[in-house]
């Protein structure tokens, strides 16, 4: 398992290589970067300078003072300079600058992160420990009208949009024309440092209850069919019927033989489901419940073309992903030990 693991390790280096070159080269193809962005806000506001004082004033800036912007933002350097100057701060784990937010971009993320990790940790939670008994029970009672119910309910879940249903229950239960039941903004109240600890923890968990609605509701159906799938093709299989035939008992059966068995699939979702829950929040939601998350951070990234939280946000969801992927892998072992990672390659 050692050798396996240091091979996994040393394959990451090339992923990471090819999703950072990927990146960097899309990026000096797209137009409007910050420079360009900076200079036509100059220009704008020299022009609204000449209008207010009369004078034609200051139209256009000269070459000097563009040069002096593009060294600001580094854009002095040829591409290929700028790469690897790149690849050796991301090796020191030095993400860079914003252009937008003047921070280093690793203050950024952890500054974000709290509400990504809050929102993204529960909802993980929630959608195993609730969708796997689920779909065990779904599997067990095949065919009833249990399974048909709460099929239907899991498929309107997944049907439903996560932002629209944020503005239901917004409008129902959010001081909207209906209930003030829960608040709208933030994690927690402003006066939450003041509170006693039993009132923190209350306080906290109130304030998740409608965005962590929002973003869990999607998951259920997904997780809860693919357990149920998997529970039901191994239930039909011949060891489970001979274990029913040494006399062992449904619970024994399901929970000693089926169990370990259908599971490795499920471990299988995990890493896409972690990284999907920490760090693929909705804009949308977060918008919705003024949740100022890793999301939104990305996007506005993007709009506003600050490449280093771009470069240095995907580099560390990088990481994070291939880790977790490593981390599930060896699950394996623990799961079902017939799996041998000595064999990989043989």
């Not at 950072?20 to 193809?29: A, E, N, P």
């Not at 896409?272 to 829950?277: E, I, L, R, W």
Request: some cysteine.
């Amino acid at each position: 398992m050692l050798i396996y693991a240091a091979k996994r390790l040393l394959l990451m280096i090339p992923t990471i290589l090819g999703v950072l070159t990927i990146t960097f080269v899309v990026i000096q193809l797209v137009p409007g970067g910050p420079v360009d962005q900076l200079v036509a806000e100059m220009r704008a506001g020299s022009l609204g300078e000449g209008a207010r004082s009369g004078t034609a004033g200051r139209r256009d800036l000269d070459a000097k003072q563009i040069e002096e912007i593009k060294k600001l933002y580094g854009f002095d350097k040829p591409p290929h300079t700028r790469y690897f100057e790149m690849l050796a701060s991301f090796a020191r784990f030095d993400l860079g600058r914003s252009f937008m937010h003047n921070k280093d971009v690793w203050q950024l993320i952890k500054e974000k992160l709290p509400v990504s990790i809050s929102l993204g940790l529960w909802t993980f939670l929630l959608s195993y420990l609730i969708s796997i008994p689920l779909g065990i029970a779904k599997a067990v009672r095949e065919g009833s009208r249990f399974d048909t119910v709460t099929t239907m309910l899991a498929l309107v879940g997944f049907a439903l949009p996560g932002f629209a249903l944020g503005v239901l229950l917004i409008v129902l239960f959010a001081g909207g024309t209906f209930l003030d039941w829960f608040p709208l903004r933030g994690l927690t109240s402003e006066n939450w440092s003041s509170l006693a600890w039993p009132a923190r923890i209350v306080d906290y968990l109130w304030h998740l209850v409608l965005p962590l609605t929002c973003y869990a509701i999607g998951s259920f159906a997904v997780v809860t069919f693919l357990t149920k799938n998997t529970f039901v093709e191994e239930i039909r299989k011949q060891y489970v019927l001979v274990a029913r035939a040494k006399g062992l008992s449904e619970r024994q059966v399901l929970y000693k033989h089926v169990f370990r068995n259908a599971l490795i699939p499920i471990v299988t979702g995990f890493p896409s489901a972690f990284v999907a829950a920490f760090f693929a929040g909705s804009i949308l939601i977060e918008t919705l419940f003024s949740l100022d998350g890793l999301g939104l951070l990305s996007y506005e990234s993007i709009v506003r073309r600050d490449y280093p939280v771009v470069l240095g946000s995907l580099y560390f969801f990088t990481l994070i992903g291939l880790a977790v992927k490593l981390v599930a892998d060896l699950l394996y072992v623990v799961v079902d030990p017939r799996v041998q990672f000595g064999a990989v390659g043989k």
